[in-house]
Each structure stands twice: as structure tokens, then as C-alpha cells.
């Protein structure tokens, strides 16, 4: 893997790291209508499940991870 | 019938002019200040196409969506942090509609201006410390009398002895470089949270099991006052000098948004 790939990987998952876990959380009991469907506030639990996959991702391959700059 | 909803990056003072950017996390609306009172919320509209939950929870597994909207929603808060204090939010903070962000901000807003007022003229940075295995297992003996003398005694060792002693020697190799490590994490955090307003010694990050050389050995965030960032970098790099050598490296990373130093005491959430 070259130094700058990593250096991508690394910095995505030090991103991760503070958006998905950290920065204000805001209660559960928020709700929105769409239709007759009730959708939740997505908080921490939906989230963290893909931080496992990211780090899923990177032991299991150690292929670099494609990433697009925006 | 609904089919958008309103993303919320983070808080700020009630300030005109910030620059805010065209294309928000849905890029075909864009970022906007919601004001109330003395606050505002930086929004942006999104399509619940996009972000209503059934989506997201199948979106965020899609590592290259999530890469791309993570970036996005930091871009948008690193954008205005140059510019006035800032709280940012969690990644995919919804509200139904621009009134519910309004009463959240009504019911939070003296919090919110506390909050402000303690993050004033203060950003967070982030250090991680890293040791090369390999090298630290090379040069522990400079530093351990306990290594150092079975090494030499290995020398003069033949045959079953000396296979008894290289087992020794390995195992008291491993022993004192955690030691050391251990050692070296909690000085260099100590001595950067000197200069830190607030400091956390956060978990380490997933470990390699490949083989990679290197371990990670702290993980720590620091609230650093603009003012003593120059003493900060001072120490860091006085700590890089004094560890290099052994096979530490230091990785700062910064400034950031304070998503470490924003939690919600009274909300009792981790």
C-alpha cells in the first residue's frame, strides 16, 4: 500500500472516528412522517455498525480502499 | 406529503456572512444559517430518498457513500471554524423540517451559548503515537539493564543455553517494550495535556493483525487555546526528538471541529 494511500485511509478513519462517534448527540424521540411510515432519528447504533464495517474492511483485505475525493 | 428533511452540521453564534457552502451533504440544495435568538444552525435541506432511515441504514454500509458524505459534512464545518466558534454535530443530525430544528434550538439555547463560551478561541487537535515493533525490539536494550544484561549474557552462550536465553531474552524483549511503550504514552500525553484546556486519552484505534509494523499506543485529543498552540507544537516536537530514536512516531492531526470536547452531560449519552 503506498504512504499516500494510507495516509487517506488513515485520515478517513481519524473522519469516522469523529463523526459517526463524537460531536452532539441528540435524543431518540424525533421522528419523521413520510407517508404512513414512521422514520426514526438515526443515532449512534445504526451508525457504529459501519464503523465495524470499515474496520472490517481494512483487516480483512489490505487492499487499498477506494476512496473519491469530493 | 414530506419527501425532505433538514441536516444539521453544528451550531454557531447568531453571525451574518459565514461562508457557507453551495452544496451541502445533498449537493442539490445548499448550506444555510437557521437563526434563533442569539444561536443558529448551520442546515442544509436533504431528499429523504437519500436520507430517510430505511436508506441510510442501507447507505452507510456503502463504504464509498459514506467516505463521500463524511467528507462532505466535515468540509461544510471546516469551511466556517476559521471563522467563529462552532459545536458540530453528529454525522446525520435530521429534523423533519426547519420548526423542529428551531424548538430544539429553543429548548437548548442557553446550553448552546455556554457551550460557545467555553470553546471560545480553543480548537482541537489530535495526537497519535505509534512504535515500530521491530525497532524498539532492536534498541529496548539501551534502555532496559534487565535486557541489556540478558543480552550480553546471551553472547556468551552456546548451544541449549543460548536457545534458553534467546526464549528469555524475547520474552523480557516484549515485556519491557510494553512497558516502555506504556511508559512513553502516558508521558507524552501527560506533557501535551499541559498545554490542553481540556485533554482525553481516548480508545486505540482497530489494530492491524497483518504485520504491520506499527501499534498504536495513544490515541488522544487536545482542546488547545489559540494562543498556546506554539508551546503545544513545542512539545510535540520536543517528544518526536526524544523517541524517534526507539521506534516511536507522533501523527498530530488539526485544527478540528470539537467533536471531542461537545458531549452532553445532561443527556447521559456516551
Same mark, same amino acid.
Given at each position: 500500500m503506498s504512504q499516500l494511500m494510507r495516509e487517506k485511509q488513515v485520515t478517513l478513519l481519524d473522519l469516522l472516528d469523529r463523526v459517526l462517534d463524537k460531536g452532539v448527540l441528540l435524543g431518540g424521540d424525533i421522528t419523521i412522517s413520510v407517508?404512513?411510515?414512521?422514520l426514526i432519528y438515526v443515532g449512534l447504533k445504526v451508525l457504529l455498525s459501519s464503523v465495524e464495517t470499515v474496520e472490517r474492511m481494512r483487516t480483512a483485505a489490505q487492499t487499498p480502499v477506494q476512496v473519491e475525493e469530493r | 406529503m414530506d419527501t425532505h428533511a433538514c441536516y444539521v452540521y453544528g451550531i454557531t453564534? =447568531?453571525?451574518d456572512g459565514l461562508p457557507l457552502a453551495e452544496k451541502g451533504i445533498d449537493s442539490t440544495?445548499? @448550506? !444555510?444559517?437557521?437563526? !434563533?435568538?442569539? @444561536? =443558529?444552525?448551520? @442546515?442544509s435541506e436533504v431528499s429523504l430518498s437519500e436520507f430517510g432511515v430505511e436508506m441510510l441504514e442501507a447507505n452507510v454500509q456503502d463504504l464509498q457513500w459514506l467516505a463521500e458524505r463524511v467528507r462532505a459534512h466535515e468540509s461544510i464545518l471546516e469551511a466556517i471554524l476559521p471563522h467563529c466558534t462552532l459545536i458540530p454535530m453528529r454525522f446525520c443530525t435530521i429534523f423533519l423540517n426547519e420548526s423542529r430544528v428551531c424548538e430544539m434550538l429553543a429548548e437548548r439555547h442557553d446550553d448552546y451559548l455556554n457551550t460557545l463560551t467555553r470553546l471560545d478561541g480553543r480548537k482541537e487537535w489530535g495526537v497519535k503515537v505509534y512504535v515500530d515493533s521491530a525497532i524498539i525490539a532492536q534498541r529496548v536494550g539501551d534502555i532496559s539493564d534487565k535486557v541489556k544484561k540478558l543480552e550480553m549474557e546471551m553472547a556468551e552462550k552456546s548451544g541449549g543455553a543460548a536457545y534458553l536465553w534467546k526464549k528469555r531474552l524475547d520474552e523480557a524483549v516484549a515485556v519491557e517494550t510494553d512497558r516502555v511503550s506504556i511508559d512513553v504514552a502516558q508521558r507524552s500525553h501527560d506533557l501535551l495535556s499541559s498545554h490542553a484546556e481540556e485533554s482525553l486519552n481516548n480508545p486505540l484505534q482497530g489494530r492491524e493483525s497483518t504485520g504491520r509494523p506499527e501499534e498504536m499506543i495513544l490515541n488522544g485529543a487536545y482542546l488547545i487555546a489559540d494562543e498556546r498552540l506554539g508551546a503545544f507544537q513545542a512539545e510535540l516536537a520536543g517528544l518526536e526528538d526524544e523517541y524517534v530514536a526507539l521506534g516511536f512516531s507522533f501523527r498530530v492531526s488539526g485544527p478540528w471541529p470539537p467533536y471531542n470536547f461537545v458531549a452532553n452531560p445532561c443527556k447521559g449519552d456516551g
Open positions: 407517508a404512513d411510515v414512521d | 453564534r =447568531q453571525i440544495y445548499p @448550506v !444555510y444559517a437557521l437563526p !434563533y435568538e442569539n @444561536v =443558529q444552525a448551520i @442546515v
